[in-house]
């Protein structure tokens, strides 16, 4: 059970991260920041037309009023919602969620979803506008590569449509009827099926699966043909021979199968229901040894990965815009690194969790944790939950701002080259810049301001000698 909720989160955050990736959810920039903080519960940092507060873990947000943009968060990745001058995201236990979309035309569309059962719409134009309890009752616009799709006490019936086609289903899958000028399908399973686009593919079965035949491709050069005994034997080859595999014993992954592929140069081989699997190309573009689980690479498009056991990963790639290398060791080690081939920078990320973090981002700013919370990598997740658990932290800003931290911030401080600021909590606010000096007991239930022209003492918050 603990291994399943591990691997949820890993592939949560990672899906998380990657709709999100382009955008900022921290202040950035070369601006000077202001900070404040109390203890290690919550912090905020201001710079112009940026600021982000966080109450560690619970809740967080940061805004930027120049591109309008802001992200908030709350016990991250169990709660998030972004938003831009043109669109909108929000996300709960990635069941519950929403999006919305701002058209310079039609105004904004809006999509909901209450759970994995309940889907709303709503907008200025017709095809935005939808509701649907599944399974009893429903329309949804935009989905599973249709235009709309209706159904009544799913499955005893749906319809679907795209454009002048649309198709009626009862009992899905088992029957469906559907026809327009190009396309059209036919089907009661097992018995027979048909479905066929005029120029493009036709597909045939009777008492499937056992009978199984068609061709596609047949608006390209070279079209494919295919057929299928199951679960004895099946092929598919293109018409002048440049394409051929073959499966037997399909059950329901081939206990054996072979294919080539004459204009790329591949060949394939796969034994004990893909277990077993190798394939190569004579250009040796192309490269593939899998014994699973125990190990596996597989090199394509400079582009490589590597498994021993489904625990180690390394995945390597060579574009003409980034060079990367990554490894895991799931759920302790992680590592990534990189290179940006025109702008020169190098971006790397360590984690050996849960003894430490380290990151560094492309443009120089770099942080460093111990210990770490979460075994994942994340480093939005990491800045919500790390200091929760911090022993020692350190981070460098390319303002020049430096900032170190320990025992889950019993004691802070950030300097660059003009001041230094110290923090104990509730005992001690320190400042020093090169016009005046600081300090405060309590918030202010004592102080002391050493400036050029004055000094002042305060007592009790609010009184100044």
Not at 147 to 168: D, G, I, M, R
Not at 235 to 243: A, H, I, P, Q
Not at 299 to 304: D, I, R, S
């Amino acid at each position: 059970m603990l291994q399943f909720f591990y691997i949820l989160l890993l592939l949560g955050i990672g899906f998380v991260s990657s709709l999100h990736a382009e955008l900022p959810r921290q202040p950035y920039g070369l601006q000077r920041a202001h900070y404040w903080q109390f203890w290690f519960l919550y912090d905020t940092e201001t710079r112009p037309a940026q600021k982000e507060g966080v109450f560690h873990p619970f809740y967080s947000k940061y805004t930027d009023r120049v591109t309008g943009h802001s992200f908030s968060s709350a016990l991250y990745p169990i709660y998030y919602n972004q938003e831009t001058q043109h669109w909108g995201r929000w996300s709960f236990f990635f069941l519950f969620g929403g999006r919305y979309t701002k058209h310079p035309d039609t105004g904004s569309d809006k999509d909901t979803s209450y759970g994995p059962f309940i889907w709303h719409g709503s907008g200025n134009t017709e095809k935005d506008r939808y509701f649907s309890v599944f399974p009893f009752y429903g329309k949804i616009k935009s989905a599973f590569g249709w235009s709309e799709v209706n159904f009544v006490l799913w499955p005893l019936y749906t319809n679907w449509s795209h454009k002048s086609y649309k198709a009626h289903s009862v009992l899905w899958p088992l029957t469906s009827y559907g026809k327009n000028e190009v396309r059209k399908e036919y089907r009661i399973l097992p018995f027979y099926s048909h479905k066929s686009h005029i120029g493009k593919y036709h597909r045939t079965s009777v008492l499937w699966p056992l009978f199984q035949w068609g061709e596609s491709n047949l608006d390209k050069v070279e079209p494919s043909s295919y057929g299928f005994f199951f679960p004895f034997y099946g092929y598919k080859k293109s018409l002048y021979g440049n394409l051929k595999s073959y499966t037997i014993l399909y059950l329901p992954l081939p206990f054996y199968s072979y294919g080539y592929d004459r204009k790329t140069g591949a060949t394939e081989y796969r034994a004990l229901f893909s277990f077993i699997q190798y394939g190569y190309s004579n250009d040796k573009d192309y490269r593939k040894t899998i014994f699973f689980p125990f190990y596996g690479r597989s090199h394509f498009a400079k582009k490589t990965a590597v498994f021993i056991t489904p625990l180690y990963f390394h995945l390597e790639s060579d574009t003409y815009h980034i060079r990367s290398s990554s490894y895991y060791l799931i759920p302790f080690y992680f590592q990534s690194r990189r290179w940006y081939v025109k702008e020169k920078k190098l971006s790397a990320y360590y984690k050996l969790w849960p003894l430490f973090r380290y990151y560094k981002d492309k443009d120089g700013n770099l942080s460093y944790n111990s210990l770490t919370f979460l075994p994942v990598r994340s480093v939005y997740a990491d800045k919500i939950w790390d200091p929760i658990l911090s022993l020692f932290s350190y981070s460098k800003q390319i303002n020049g701002e430096k900032k170190l931290s320990l025992l889950m911030s019993l004691y802070s401080q950030r300097w660059s080259r003009d001041d230094f600021h110290a923090y104990i909590p509730l005992l001690l606010d320190y400042s020093k810049t090169e016009t005046s000096r600081k300090w405060e007991i309590l918030y202010g239930l004592l102080g002391y301001t050493n400036e050029k022209k004055r000094s002042t003492f305060k007592l009790f918050w609010f009184i100044e000698l």
